[in-house]
């Protein structure tokens, strides 16, 4: 079982950056492909980037390609989103969550466990 916890959300101007970070509790958090998705008010959750056990390879939105970043450290047990170039319409409840699916996954219900969510709100 893996326990995730999110962090490093925030207020941010547009054109500004942050980086999410998720740590995870479990001696197997190297066997599972992660993923992060975001919430925005009254919007589904969706899909943002994935990354394999590896790290090796990356997925991401189309919305947030060449933007955002995703990477983990095994070593640590982190996961983390580099966030770039922020826009008002990236304001969400950011979320990490694992699978042990295909490391392509994107849909919600792919995923076994996930963070509690950390918020980030980019104002205009």
């Known amino acids: 079982q893996v326990q995730l916890v999110e962090s490093g959300g925030g207020l941010v101007q547009a054109g500004g950056s942050l980086r999410l970070s998720c740590a995870a509790s479990?001696?197997?958090?190297?066997?599972?492909?992660m993923g992060w998705f975001r919430q925005a008010p009254g919007k589904e959750r969706e899909f943002v980037a994935a990354?394999?056990?590896?790290?090796?390879?990356?997925s991401y939105a189309d919305s947030v390609k060449g933007r955002f970043t995703i990477a983990r450290d095994n070593a640590k047990n982190t996961v983390s989103l580099q966030m770039n170039s922020l826009t008002p319409e990236d304001t969400a409840v950011y979320y990490c969550?694992?699978?042990?699916?295909?490391?392509?996954?994107?849909?919600?219900?792919?995923?076994?466990?996930w963070g509690q969510g950390t918020q980030v709100t980019v104002s205009s």
């Open positions: 969550a694992a699978t042990a699916r295909a490391w392509f996954s994107r849909g919600l219900s792919d995923y076994d466990y």
């Open positions: 479990g001696r197997t958090f190297s066997t599972y492909n």
């Open positions: 990354i394999s056990w590896s790290g090796g390879r990356t």
